[in-house]
């Protein structure tokens, strides 16, 4: 596992290819959107802003059940910016009697989602499983008109409240075949266009996804999906993305599995991870958590990697919440969190993937020669919690020459303390703090503007900080 500090941007990497315009939208989004950091794996750091300061989410799958679990609530609504109902949007729940729609649990869990700024990924329109007895029972001719409604129905339940629908859930078989389902029985492969279609015209806002287990490396599934993907395109039917459950072995993460994503990104369509989890035989120990940390740190690099990967969702939130051990006897502690909804090690090296750097090595500090003196300009915005706050600060040169290498100096209020940053590198944690460049963010022209991100901890004062000065000159703030 590579263990890495500050990972944010770097001019290597794909998805930091998006210019400084993008970069700033992503740190301004981790800005309004962080929340208090529950139980998490170091004071004012959490999954979600390393994630969105990535231009990523990462996700979780709750139950309406869970929603009584203060400790699971407690980390849910501050480490993860995306929910999956676990099963409240499934058919059975929704419409268990023909024409008769129930959305009360699933209403609650959109409600959670809202009240901690979490989107929600609706999971699932069309598939073999929990789907009740009475659309297995009809006529053939009518499971057409049966589905649509039932689309048609939820979708604009949800319209304008939803970033995606898993519109089709798990389509194969093992070998690549379509699952002979009671929609395939009735209408064939075209049940899948036709679900997207309907989705689409219910709410033409929600992205649209096509979901399935197995399809993470190269191999017989993935080449069906593969297949209907660039069939589907091909006839212009409306699908944003492909889901990828992700639901893993410790040890066994497939190694064909970026190259696998990046044939279906060229596909034209976005890729995710929906269902995450890596599972070990029981009891967990030492070496098997550090493995599992490893497997984490591979996924979340894979998705960092691949441009068009647009987040992670991990299913459940703790190892309590995991669906393993009832379905696998003898395996278990899939999740990135244990039975105390304490972070693991699969977390950290998650956290450090997303460029957290919470156990990281100290760097050595490259030399950088001492730039020229610049006028400069500072802005920015504080959102505090309780206990932490994440700031973002612009930069602009506002001096007739251009900087190559920047170093702002500022003062921090007295209590609070640095815990990580983003596009620039701060040193020391407290007090007077200097934040250098990147190696992407070295140049300033004359006019042009930066953005660099911090979190701290603090002990009440919240105040921006003062005496900012850009390379040995003091700047004018506003
Ligand atoms: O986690 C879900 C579990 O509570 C249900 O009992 C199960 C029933 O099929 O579905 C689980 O979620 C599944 C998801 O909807 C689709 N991919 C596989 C997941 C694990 O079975």
Same mark, same amino acid.
């Given at each position: 596992?590579?263990?890495?500090?500050?990972?944010?941007?770097?001019?290597?990497?794909?998805?930091?290819?998006?210019?400084?315009?993008? $970069?700033?939208?992503?740190?301004?989004?981790?800005?309004?959107?962080?929340?208090?950091?529950?139980?998490?794996?170091? !004071?004012?750091?959490?999954?979600?802003?390393?994630?969105?300061?990535?231009?990523?989410?990462?996700? +979780?799958?709750?139950?309406?059940?869970?929603?009584?679990?203060?400790?699971?609530?407690?980390?849910?609504?501050?480490?993860?910016?995306?929910?999956?109902?676990?099963?409240?949007?499934?058919?059975?729940?929704?419409?268990?009697?023909?024409?008769?729609?129930?959305?009360?649990?699933?209403?609650?869990?959109?409600?959670?989602? &809202?009240?901690?700024?979490?989107?929600?990924?609706?999971? +699932?329109?069309?598939?073999?499983?929990?789907?009740?007895?009475?659309?297995?029972?009809?006529?053939?001719?009518?499971?057409?008109?049966? #589905?649509?409604?039932?689309?048609?129905?939820?979708?604009?339940?949800?319209?304008? *409240?939803?970033?995606?629908?898993?519109?089709?859930?798990?389509?194969?078989?093992?070998?690549?075949?379509?699952?002979?389902?009671?929609?395939?029985?009735?209408?064939?492969?075209?049940?899948?266009?036709? !679900?997207?279609?309907?989705?689409?015209?219910?709410?033409?806002?929600? *992205?649209?996804?096509?979901?399935?287990?197995?399809?993470?490396?190269?191999?017989?599934?993935?080449?069906? #999906?593969?297949?209907?993907?660039?069939?589907?395109?091909?006839?212009?039917?409306?699908?944003?993305?492909?889901?990828?459950?992700?639901?893993?072995?410790?040890?066994?993460?497939?190694?064909?599995?970026?190259?696998?994503? &990046?044939?279906?990104?060229?596909?034209?369509?976005?890729?995710?991870? =929906?269902?995450?989890?890596?599972? #070990?035989?029981?009891?967990?120990?030492?070496? *098997?958590?550090?493995?599992?940390?490893?497997?984490?740190?591979?996924?979340?690099?894979?998705?960092?990697?691949?441009?068009?990967?647009? @987040?992670?969702?991990?299913? @459940?939130?703790?190892?309590?919440?995991?669906?393993?051990?009832? =379905?696998?006897?003898?395996?278990?502690?899939? +999740?990135?969190?244990?039975?105390?909804? &304490?972070?693991?090690?699969?977390?950290?090296?998650?956290?450090?993937?997303?460029?957290?750097?919470?156990?990281?090595?100290?760097?050595?500090?490259?030399?950088?020669?001492?730039?020229?003196? $610049?006028?400069?300009?500072?802005?920015? *915005?504080?959102?505090?919690?309780?206990?932490?706050?994440?700031?973002?600060?612009?930069?602009?040169?506002?001096?007739?020459? !251009?900087?190559?290498?920047?170093?702002?100096?500022?003062?921090?209020?007295?209590? &609070?303390?640095? =815990?990580?940053?983003?596009?620039?590198?701060? %040193?020391?944690?407290?007090?007077?703090?200097?934040?250098?460049?990147?190696?992407?963010?070295?140049?300033?022209?004359? @006019?042009?503007?930066?953005?660099?991100?911090?979190?701290?901890?603090? %002990?009440?004062? %919240?105040?921006?900080?003062?005496?900012?000065?850009?390379? @040995?000159?003091?700047?004018? +703030?506003?």
């Amino acid at each position: 596992m590579s263990v890495r500090t500050l990972r944010l941007p770097s001019p290597t990497h794909p998805r930091r290819a998006l210019g400084a315009a993008a $970069a700033t939208a992503a740190v301004a989004l981790a800005a309004v959107t962080l929340l208090p950091t529950g139980q998490a794996g170091a !004071a004012g750091t959490t999954l979600r802003s390393l994630a969105e300061a990535n231009g990523l989410y990462f996700g +979780t799958a709750i139950s309406q059940g869970d929603l009584n679990n203060a400790p699971l609530t407690a980390v849910a609504g501050s480490q993860f910016g995306m929910l999956t109902p676990t099963n409240e949007m499934k058919w059975d729940t929704i419409e268990p009697s023909r024409g008769s729609f129930s959305y009360g649990p699933a209403d609650r869990l959109v409600s959670f989602a &809202q009240t901690h700024s979490m989107r929600v990924r609706g999971h +699932t329109l069309v598939w073999h499983s929990q789907l009740p007895s009475w659309v297995n029972s009809l006529p053939g001719s009518q499971v057409k008109t049966a #589905m649509e409604n039932h689309i048609n129905n939820e979708v604009t339940h949800y319209k304008g *409240k939803l970033y995606a629908w898993d519109v089709v859930n798990e389509p194969f078989n093992e070998d690549g075949s379509f699952r002979t389902d009671a929609f395939y029985n009735a209408m064939g492969s075209g049940y899948v266009a036709d !679900a997207l279609r309907t989705a689409r015209a219910a709410d033409p806002t929600a *992205k649209l996804y096509l979901n399935d287990y197995n399809i993470e490396g190269l191999n017989a599934k993935s080449d069906a #999906m593969y297949n209907l993907v660039k069939s589907l395109k091909g006839q212009g039917v409306p699908l944003d993305g492909v889901g990828f459950q992700a639901h893993f072995i410790l040890g066994q993460i497939p190694s064909s599995f970026k190259a696998n994503l &990046q044939r279906f990104t060229a596909l034209g369509v976005n890729v995710a991870i =929906t269902e995450l989890d890596d599972r #070990m035989p029981l009891p967990p120990s030492a070496d *098997k958590l550090a493995r599992q940390a490893g497997d984490y740190a591979s996924v979340v690099n894979t998705c960092l990697t691949v441009s068009g990967c647009v @987040g992670l969702t991990q299913w @459940g939130v703790g190892d309590p919440d995991s669906w393993i051990p009832g =379905t696998f006897p003898g395996y278990g502690a899939a +999740t990135l969190y244990d039975a105390n909804y &304490q972070p693991k090690p699969a977390y950290t090296a998650s956290a450090n993937a997303l460029g957290g750097g919470t156990t990281s090595p100290t760097p050595t500090p490259t030399p950088t020669p001492t730039p020229p003196g $610049a006028s400069c300009q500072v802005s920015g *915005k504080v959102s505090p919690w309780n206990t932490g706050l994440t700031e973002d600060i612009t930069i602009t040169n506002t001096g007739s020459t !251009a900087l190559n290498g920047w170093a702002l100096t500022y003062t921090l209020p007295a209590g &609070q303390t640095v =815990t990580n940053s983003w596009n620039a590198s701060l %040193t020391p944690a407290t007090g007077r703090v200097t934040a250098t460049n990147l190696s992407y963010n070295a140049t300033l022209a004359p @006019g042009a503007a930066t953005s660099f991100g911090f979190q701290a901890t603090h %002990t009440g004062d %919240t105040a921006f900080p003062t005496s900012f000065s850009l390379n @040995g000159t003091a700047c004018t +703030t506003s």
